[in-house]
C-alpha cells in the first residue's frame, strides 16, 4: 500500500508542500494596498516556461527541521510608486503571518520580503480586493 505523504496518514498526522503554504503567502501579500503584483524567482520562471505550473510564485517557503511544523517564508513583491515601502513590507509580513498561521496551523518565525521592484499605477488602477 503506498502512502502518499501530501494527505493525512493512518495515525492522522498532517504534512503540507511548499507550494501549499507559498499560495496562502501570496494570496495575503496580494491584499495589501500598495503590491502590484510577486515577482517570481529565475527557477520558478524557468519551470513556468517549460509548462510547470507553480503555486505561489514570488513566494519562497522553508520549513524548518523540527518536525516541519515551523516555516519561514520569503516574499518577493513590485510595490506601487509613491507607496511608503517600509509600511508595505511590514504590513505584508504581518498579514503573511497571521493567515499562513490561521490557515495551516503552522508556526511561522520569520517572514521577510525583498522588494523587486517599483511600477507606477496607470491612471484609475487600484489594486485592492
Known sequence: MSINSNIES????????????AQYAAEAALKIDG??????SFAV???????VVHE??????VFGDAGKENVSITVYP???????IPEVAWAIQ???KKDVERYTGLD???????????R?????ENNLV
Open 10 to 21: 493512518i495515525k492522522g498526522d498532517r504534512s503540507m508542500t511548499q507550494g501549499f503554504v
Open 94 to 96: 504581518d498579514k503573511v
Open 35 to 40: 503590491v502590484y503584483e510577486l515577482k517570481p
Open 78 to 84: 513590485v510595490i506601487y510608486y509613491g507607496m511608503v
Open 45 to 51: 520562471a524557468l519551470k513556468e516556461k517549460s509548462g
Open 56 to 61: 505561489g510564485k514570488g513566494v519562497r517557503v
Open 108 to 118: 511561522v518565525e520569520s517572514v521577510d520580503v525583498y522588494v523587486c521592484g517599483i
Open 120 to 124: 507606477e499605477r496607470a491612471e484609475g
